[in-house]
C-alpha cells in the first residue's frame, strides 16, 4: 500500500503571500491531521479532518485553514505568511474508526517565509 | 491544557546497551498512546502503540504504561547506532494526538 503523500516538498515565499499544502492519505484511511513542527515547539496539532469535516482543531490563528474532499485528500492553506509560519508541515492519516486510531506520517512540506 | 512532558537528551549509551526513554502525560482521560522515531530531515515513523497497562513488547522494543501514575516508557534492547534518533512519545484522546518535544538518542558503536 502506498503511504502519505505531501506536494509540495519544500516551498519558499514571502511574507503576505498564502499557500496551499496537499496530502493524499493512504488508500483506506478517511482520517487526516495536520501538524506544524518546529525546533522550539515540536510538533503541534493544526486540525483534523474526517469525512470531509473539520473534527479537531489546534490552537492556531484563523489564517491556517484546511478542507477534505470526498476522496479523502486533504488541503491545508495559510494566508498572509509571517516568518513565524517556516516549518515543517507533517499530514498524518488514520483508518479512524473506533477513535484514537494510529497515525500514520507523510514525508512533509518545508515551508520557508522570507 | 493537555501536556506530555519527555526528557530532551541527548541519551546517550553505547552499542548493545538498553536505551530507556520516558513520557509523562497530564490528561487522565487518554486513550491510547505512540513512541514514533524521527531521524534528522525526515518524518515521524511509528515504533508502537500501547493501549492497556502493561508492557507491549516488538523485537528489541518493550513499551511500558502505567495509567495510574500516568507514565508511558520505550526500553530499546541491543541499542544500534541506527537507533539514534529523537523519540517522540504521543498521547491520543478522540482522535487527536498530542506529542511531547522528543529525547534524542545518541548510540555510540
Known amino acids: 500500500k502506498a503511504g502519505v503523500t505531501q506536494t509540495p516538498r519544500y516551498l519558499i515565499k514571502t511574507r503576505g503571500q498564502q499557500v496551499t499544502l496537499s496530502c493524499s492519505p493512504i488508500?483506506?484511511?478517511?482520517?487526516v491531521s495536520w501538524y506544524q513542527q518546529t525546533p522550539g515547539q515540536g510538533l503541534q496539532f493544526l486540525f483534523e479532518?474526517?469525512?470531509?469535516?473539520?473534527?479537531n482543531k489546534g490552537n492556531f490563528p484563523g489564517r491556517f485553514s484546511g478542507r477534505q474532499f470526498s476522496n479523502s485528500r486533504s488541503e491545508m492553506n495559510v494566508s498572509t505568511l509571517e516568518l513565524g509560519d517556516s516549518a515543517l508541515y507533517l499530514c498524518?492519516?488514520?483508518?479512524?474508526?473506533?477513535?484514537?486510531?494510529?497515525?500514520?506520517f507523510g514525508p512533509g512540506t518545508r515551508l520557508l517565509v522570507l | 491544557q493537555k501536556e506530555v512532558e519527555q526528557n530532551s537528551g541527548p541519551l546517550s549509551v553505547p552499542e548493545g546497551a538498553i536505551a530507556s526513554l520516558n513520557c509523562t502525560y497530564s490528561d487522565r482521560g487518554s486513550q491510547s498512546f505512540f513512541w514514533y522515531r524521527q531521524y534528522s530531515g525526515k518524518s515521524p515513523e511509528l515504533i508502537m502503540f500501547?493501549?492497556?497497562?502493561g508492557d507491549k513488547e516488538d523485537g528489541r522494543f518493550t513499551a511500558q504504561l502505567n495509567k495510574a501514575s500516568q507514565y508511558v516508557s520505550l526500553l530499546i534492547r541491543d541499542s544500534q547506532p541506527s537507533d539514534s534518533a529523537t523519540y517522540l512519545c504521543a498521547v491520543g484522546r478522540y482522535s487527536t494526538l498530542t506529542f511531547g518535544k522528543g529525547t534524542m538518542l545518541l548510540v555510540s558503536p
Open positions: 479532518y474526517f469525512s470531509e469535516t473539520q473534527r
Open positions: 500501547i493501549y492497556s497497562n
Open positions: 488508500s483506506g484511511h478517511r482520517s
Open positions: 498524518a492519516s488514520s483508518l479512524a474508526i473506533g477513535g484514537g486510531e494510529t497515525q500514520y
